[in-house]
Structure formats: structure tokens, C-alpha cells
């Protein structure tokens, strides 16, 4: 089955900045895929570009089979994009909300009424239906949202954008767009997602990308990017700030190895391939006289580990705040 999404050598600038560099995605077909990097990486650009609404500078994208610059129509029937904000009518009911994008997308009268049923159900919004939509929770406003772009007969939306969709949102609703998202992927949908939360990623992605100065710096699943990039963590509690400094020095002169400090809660985490061999050697490295360490623990690695390995040497976010 060919890629629902696929990039190569896609470059972007506006004006003397280079936003997009060269930039090589592959996105498999009714998978969830991840892009992350810091703010002002081209994320957004990303998107903007593959969802039609930006033509880039050069190389070529396709989405779901269509060049994103010669067949924009057609790759705009095969596509959904939701915001970081939902746009939903917040004076109209959800099913008010779902039937007037319906009907505005080409659906008969009672081919809308239909098509929203099927979604009001399938997104757990059926007892809301009728309610004012300025009456509903941020993760069913997300719903919502979701929803309206999925509108169309299902077979034609295969690939949904969703650029930070979480933002703002509270626990609870964050969980509730996971779960919408996890349908939508089990229901053959390509998902492309842009997101701050690491752990988000972690749950829902099969592959992320992080992207750094506009081009791709690691790719994978997101195991492989734990074990690749930052294995297990040691993280040292020291007895007193003089002993936090010592601890610090040792790990920077190549006593130890180098170390994510934070010094507001006097811990030092240190990388490690989780042995007892080797947490045992750095502990001798960093504290020989067995002074300065108070306690100790082992973390296995997240993608928070990942993202800084990867991104911490990167220049300054330079991706224009409003992307026209």
C-alpha cells in the first residue's frame, strides 16, 4: 500500500529565514504519526504546507496518493485539519454544528441528518445533541471539532491533521481526544500529529519524527527513539548544594557522563545502560568518597530524555508566529 503521506527534500523560507530544510517524511497508510520539536521548528509549516493552505519553495509532498501543489483539489477531498482551537459554532447545538458542515459540503438534507447520527454516535455525543455547544467541555468541543471534519462520506477522508490538538485542555478531555484519535486510526484513518506533550505522542503515535531547524533529526518508533537516543537514566539527589556543585563538576569534566541537572531540587540525572555494573561505576566516578550522594534512582527513559538529546544544541525557534 502506498504512504498516506510522503515528503522529499520539502523547503520553506519566508523572506531570509529558512524554516523547512530539505525536509523527508514518510507517513504509512492508518497509522497515527507524531511530529514534535521545539517551538519554531516548521511544524506548523509542515502542515500548512501538506494540508494545501502553503505552497512550499521546493521538493514535492504527496498526500493520499496527491501532489499537495498540482492536485490540490483533490488532495483537499482526501483531507481533514483541526486547529489548535476548535471551530465550532458555540450558539449552535453539536448537531446544529455537524448538520450546517454537512450540508455545506455537498450533502442532501437528508444525507446530513444521516451522517451526523453516525457521528454524534461514534464520537459519544448523542446525549449532547441538542445542547448549545458553549454548554459543552473543552474534550467535547475537541470532539466536536473533530467530527465536523469528518463530515463527508467516510470513505473519502483519509488523512486527518491535527495541529496541537490538546492544547489548553484539561486531563480529562485531553483523554477523551486520545481515545477519539485511537478510533479514527483503528477505523483506517491516517492520523498526522503535531503536539508539546511528550507523552501524548508516546501513547498514541506508531512513529514520530522530531524536527529540528526545519528538517528531520531522528525518526522511529517511539521505543526505538528511547533506546536509540537516551537509553535509562540515573538520577542523583545530592545531601546539600556544595555537594550538588561537586557532583555537577565531576559529571561535566568526563568524571561520569553528561548529566540533565536541576538544580531547584538538587537532582543530577545522569545516562546509563541500566546495568548494576555501570550504575555501580558511576556512583564510584561521581561520588568516590561516598559524601555528596543522599539517594539515588533509575528511570527507564521517556521521549522528554529523547527531545532534549536531540534537540538541545538547536539554534533559537524561528518559524513566524502567524504562518499566512
Do not use: C
Not at 519554531?40 to 509532498?61: E, N, Q, S, Y
Not at 462520506?153 to 496541537?164: C, K, N, S, W, Y
Not at 537509553?231 to 557522563?257: F, I, S
Amino acid at each position: 500500500m502506498p504512504p498516506a503521506i510522503e515528503t522529499t527534500g520539502l523547503s520553506k523560507s519566508y523572506g531570509t529565514v529558512r524554516v523547512l530544510d530539505a525536509l523527508d517524511l514518510r507517513v504509512e497508510t492508518g497509522t497515527v504519526f507524531a511530529l514534535l520539536g521545539p517551538n519554531g521548528a516548521g511544524k506548523t509549516t509542515t502542515v500548512r504546507i501538506l494540508a494545501t493552505l502553503t505552497a512550499p519553495d521546493g521538493g514535492h509532498a504527496r498526500v493520499a496518493g496527491h501532489d499537495v501543489v498540482t492536485e490540490r483539489r483533490a488532495v483537499r477531498r482526501a483531507i481533514s485539519l483541526t486547529g489548535q482551537y476548535a471551530a465550532v459554532d458555540e450558539t449552535l447545538t453539536g448537531a446544529e454544528n455537524l448538520r450546517t458542515t454537512a450540508r455545506l459540503s455537498g450533502l442532501s438534507r437528508t444525507a446530513a441528518a444521516r451522517r451526523t447520527d453516525e457521528l454524534l454516535d461514534r464520537f459519544r455525543l448523542t446525549d449532547a445533541r441538542d445542547r448549545q455547544v458553549k454548554t459543552y467541555s473543552g474534550g467535547m468541543r475537541r470532539r466536536l471539532d473533530l467530527a465536523a471534519g469528518l463530515v463527508r462520506d467516510p470513505g473519502t477522508t483519509r488523512v486527518v491533521f491535527l495541529d496541537e490538538p490538546t492544547t489548553g485542555l484539561d486531563p480529562r478531555s485531553r483523554q477523551e481526544l486520545w481515545d477519539a484519535v485511537r478510533e479514527l486510526s483503528a477505523h483506517g484513518t491516517t492520523v498526522f500529529l503535531t503536539t508539546q506533550y511528550l507523552e501524548e505522542a508516546d501513547r498514541l503515535a506508531h512513529r514520530i519524527a522530531v524536527l529540528g531547524d526545519g528538517r528531520t533529526l531522528a525518526e522511529g518508533t517511539p521505543a526505538e527513539l528511547k533506546d536509540r537516543y537516551a537509553g535509562h537514566r540515573l538520577d542523583l539527589t545530592a545531601r546539600d548544594p556544595e555537594a550538588y556543585l561537586r557532583l555537577t563538576a565531576r559529571a561535566g569534566d568526563g568524571t561520569g557522563a553528561p548529566g540533565t541537572p536541576d538544580p531547584g531540587t538538587l537532582t543530577l540525572g545522569v545516562p546509563t545502560d541500566g546495568t548494576a555494573a555501570h550504575v555501580r561505576a558511576l556512583l564510584d566516578a561521581l561520588d568516590p568518597h561516598r559524601a555528596d550522594i543522599e539517594r539515588f534512582a533509575l528511570h527507564t527513559a521517556t521521549l522528554d530524555d529523547v527531545f532534549l538529546s536531540l534537540t538541545h544544541r538547536e539554534s533559537p525557534a524561528k518559524e513566524p508566529a502567524r504562518v499566512r
